[in-house]
């Protein structure tokens, strides 16, 4: 899992289309891009993902789960992010909302039930020592697999 933030690789951004690399190039030079966050069904609940690095303040765009293998088992099983920011804490808070995605919704694919916080003002910023963490909402899954994808936009220091 990485801890760090990403660098894009300028030679993938080569492959597409003169234009859109452009525009590509420009959001990675302004500090846009996307953090990989992976999971399993064995995942502790208030895992710790991703801290945020000393001198860094992070915008968080809208979240999603890439279900790599569908999540099954439990009682009526639920996950989710939140943070360890006291503003963005309660579980659900950036990804899965406050009952969390259900086995229903964690199917293969690119899923996600936005996180109640992003849902009340879409404004969540992540600043130094902040942390992502795994939340296990409702009950254990037995199988699962996936990565959550947040979207992050480095903001200038004050």
């Not at 279900?67 to 804490?89: E, F, M, Q, R």
């Amino acid at each position: 899992m990485p801890n760090s933030l990403p660098t894009p690789d300028m030679q993938l951004i080569t492959n597409y289309p003169p234009s859109l690399a452009a525009a590509l190039k420009k959001l990675f030079d302004q500090g846009a891009s996307t953090l990989q966050l992976a999971a399993t069904f064995a995942t502790a609940d208030a895992a710790v993902l991703f801290t945020v690095p000393a001198d860094t303040r992070l915008l968080i765009g809208r979240v999603l789960w890439e279900v790599t293998t569908a999540w099954t088992g439990g009682t009526s099983s639920a996950i989710g992010l939140s943070s360890s920011n006291a503003a963005y804490n309660t579980k659900g808070d950036l990804l899965g909302g406050a009952t969390g995605d259900v086995l229903a919704g964690l199917t293969a694919g690119f899923k996600g039930t936005v996180g109640a916080k992003l849902a009340s003002d879409g404004v969540v910023v992540l600043i130094a020592g902040d942390t992502i963490r795994f939340d296990r909402i409702t009950s254990v899954f037995t199988a699962g697999v996936g990565i959550a994808h947040v979207p992050v936009y480095l903001l200038p220091a004050s």
